[in-house]
Each structure stands twice: as structure tokens, then as C-alpha cells.
């Protein structure tokens, strides 16, 4: 498995703007998930794209993958005070998949 | 079902002393992780075992660690002795290995070593 790298390191916007981050790999990939931390405590899944996967929706989340970039953007849509968290990406490969993060982009949302 | 469950939330311990973390991941699920988190390094991989069995340890640090997963739904990481430079919040998580691990984390163990 093979570690993503979030950017950026943090990210402060007021509530309703959107709030873009970015995860870049290194290797080959199966597939890409994002998680997100809140403060003290475990991640939470919030997605999963798969390498022949462009884009992916799930509520106000939207993710994309370009394989060519080697990377992932995720787009959250009309911003909440409640989405201030962590943010985090794993990419995975091979056969058995080791989810290893990077240091996560901590966005803060203004009410 | 309750989620991953983890014990203790806290402990604060004293240079030397022994520490048992203790995780009781999903039924069903066939890989379970334990990673480490600071401000430092952000979150670390320490091991992974599947179905039970230890594949990758090479997170580790050193030989002060020690992992353990007796049956499908216990898992415990230990330090012994411990040090300052432990104090982190340990995680466990498991999920299913079916290709792609979706991961469900524990609330973590906050461990302070004076």
C-alpha cells in the first residue's frame, strides 16, 4: 500500500463556501478513500472511488480521481460549521489493501 | 452492533511501567489495524493483522511494542517499558479485507507517559 499526501495543511473558509482538498500518490492504484477526523476522535469513512472511477457523490461530498495526475480532489458544497474537521486520504494497491494516511488537511468552517 | 471498542479511553502512567491497550474490533470484519497518532508524524500504521495473524509490522517502533490478536475478536497492543515519547492516541480499526479495507475506528486510547 502506498501513503497519500493532503493538501493543503489547513484550510479556514466561512460557512456556505465550498471547501476543496487534494490528495496526491505515488504508485499505481485499485482505489482511493477519504476519511475525516473530528477533534478527538477515530476517522470516519466518508468514501470510496475506484481507480476506473472519474468522479464520485455521496450528500455534499463530491470526489474526483485523475490516475494520469496520480490524484484526488474532494469537493464539500455548501460548508457547515459541523464539517470543521480532518481531513484524510488512503491509496490503495496490490492485493491486499493497507489504508496508510498522510498528515490530513485540517479545515475549520466559520459559522 | 457497538463499533470498534477500545480500553482504555485514558491512561496516564509513569516512565517504565507497562501498558496494555486492548481492542475489540466489529464482528465479521477479517483485518484489524492499530495506528498511532501525534502532532509530530500525524497517524501511523503500527501493524496489521488478517484473520488473526500478524502481516505487516514493520510500522513497529521498536522492540518495546508487541501486538496481539488471540481470536477474531480481541487484539491487544502492548508497550513495555514504556517512555516519554510513547504519549500519543493509539487507534484500533478493522474492516474487511475484500480488496479495499472501508475502515471503522475506535475512539482511541489517549496514553500519557510521564
Known amino acids: 500500500s502506498q501513503q497519500g499526501e493532503e493538501d493543503p495543511q489547513a484550510l479556514s473558509i466561512q460557512e456556505g463556501e465550498n471547501a476543496t482538498m487534494n490528495c496526491s500518490y505515488k504508485t499505481s492504484i485499485n482505489n482511493l478513500q477519504w476519511y475525516r477526523q473530528n477533534s478527538g476522535r477515530g476517522l470516519v469513512h466518508l468514501i470510496l472511488i475506484r481507480s476506473n472511477e472519474r468522479e464520485k457523490h455521496s450528500g455534499r461530498l463530491r470526489v474526483t480521481l485523475d490516475t494520469s495526475k496520480k490524484s484526488s480532489s474532494l469537493l464539500i458544497t455548501a460548508s457547515r460549521a459541523a464539517d470543521t474537521a480532518s481531513y484524510f486520504c488512503?491509496?490503495?494497491?496490490?492485493?491486499?489493501?493497507?489504508?496508510?494516511f498522510g498528515r490530513g488537511t485540517s479545515l475549520i468552517v466559520h459559522p | 452492533d457497538a463499533g470498534v471498542i477500545q480500553s482504555p479511553r485514558h491512561e496516564v502512567t509513569e516512565m517504565g511501567q507497562e501498558v496494555t491497550l486492548r481492542c475489540k474490533p466489529i464482528?465479521?470484519?477479517?483485518?484489524l489495524f492499530w495506528y498511532r497518532q501525534t502532532m509530530m508524524r500525524g497517524l501511523e500504521l503500527l501493524i496489521y493483522?488478517?484473520?488473526?495473524?500478524?502481516?505487516?509490522d514493520s510500522g513497529m517502533p521498536e522492540d518495546r511494542f508487541s501486538a496481539k490478536m488471540p481470536n477474531a475478536s480481541f487484539s491487544t497492543l502492548k508497550i513495555q517499558p514504556s517512555e516519554p515519547r510513547d504519549s500519543a492516541v493509539y487507534f484500533c480499526?478493522?474492516?474487511?479485507?475484500?480488496?479495499?479495507?472501508?475502515?471503522?475506528f475506535g475512539a482511541g486510547s489517549r496514553l500519557t507517559v510521564l
Open positions: 488512503a491509496a490503495g494497491s496490490g492485493g491486499s489493501y493497507i489504508p496508510t
Open positions: 493483522f488478517n484473520n488473526n495473524v500478524p502481516i505487516d
Open positions: 464482528s465479521g470484519h477479517n483485518s
Open positions: 480499526a478493522s474492516g474487511v479485507d475484500s480488496g479495499a479495507n472501508v475502515l471503522t
